[in-house]
């Protein structure tokens, strides 16, 4: 381990672009998302709070770390 990574912590945390099951609009989601997310399109639920990551419905096609 470098000293620059002890000092500045990699985030636990990342972005994720979930595929809709319903209409396939893909959208970005944050992957510890506080509120629920639903589809811009549809209006489906993408992704439901749990307390810590959040639950993903869609189909998950990327993730940014």
Not at 5 to 18: A, C, D, G, N, T
Not at 19 to 31: D, F, I, P, R, S
Not at 50 to 63: P, Q, R
């Amino acid at each position: 381990m470098t000293e620059w990574e002890k000092l500045i912590p990699k985030p636990r945390s990342s972005f994720v672009r979930v595929k809709c099951l319903k209409c396939g609009n893909e959208q970005m989601v944050y992957g510890r998302a506080v509120n629920r997310v639903n589809c811009n399109v549809c209006g489906t639920e993408l992704a439901e709070p749990s307390g810590g990551k959040a639950i993903i419905k869609g189909e998950i096609i990327l993730v940014f770390e």
